[in-house]
Nanobody, 116 residues
Framework: QVQLAESGGGVVQAGGSLRLSCAPS??????????LGWYRQAPGKQREVVASITSGSTTNYADSVKGRFTISRDNAKNTVYLQMNSLKPEDTAVYYC????????WGQGTQVTVSS
């Protein structure tokens, strides 16, 4: 199955940092040429996109994370990252990566918990 797998989540105190990684799993494919995004879903809330990056590395961020999160890609490593700084309790969620068009089946995500 063509899918992306997330890693790097954990429990941190407010103000801390985490770096999430995402790479193809199952049937390996190249992320070159794909627009990719990081999404999150908090308990009782809908999944939302927090950051996206085009194949040309143009980035876009949700207002809630702008200035704190940075999305990047390393095509040589076939990996996309989300650097999260100055984390807040409201950032607590399961984080997923996926394409921004023609979504792939969702992976299991990685849990991020920010304690106050």
């Amino acid at each position: 199955q063509v899918q992306l797998a997330e890693s790097g989540g954990g429990v941190v105190q407010a103000g801390g940092s985490l770096r999430l990684s995402c790479a193809p799993s199952g049937r390996i494919f190249s992320i070159n040429g794909l627009g990719l995004g990081w999404y999150r879903q908090a308990p009782g809330k809908q999944r939302e996109v927090v950051a996206s990056i085009t194949s040309g590395s143009t980035t876009n961020y949700a207002d809630s994370v702008k200035g704190r999160f940075t999305i990047s890609r390393d095509n040589a490593k076939n990996t996309v990252y989300l650097q999260m700084n100055s984390l807040k309790p409201e950032d607590t969620a399961v984080y997923y990566c996926n394409t921004v068009q023609d979504l792939l089946p969702w992976g299991q995500g990685t849990q991020v918990t920010v304690s106050s």
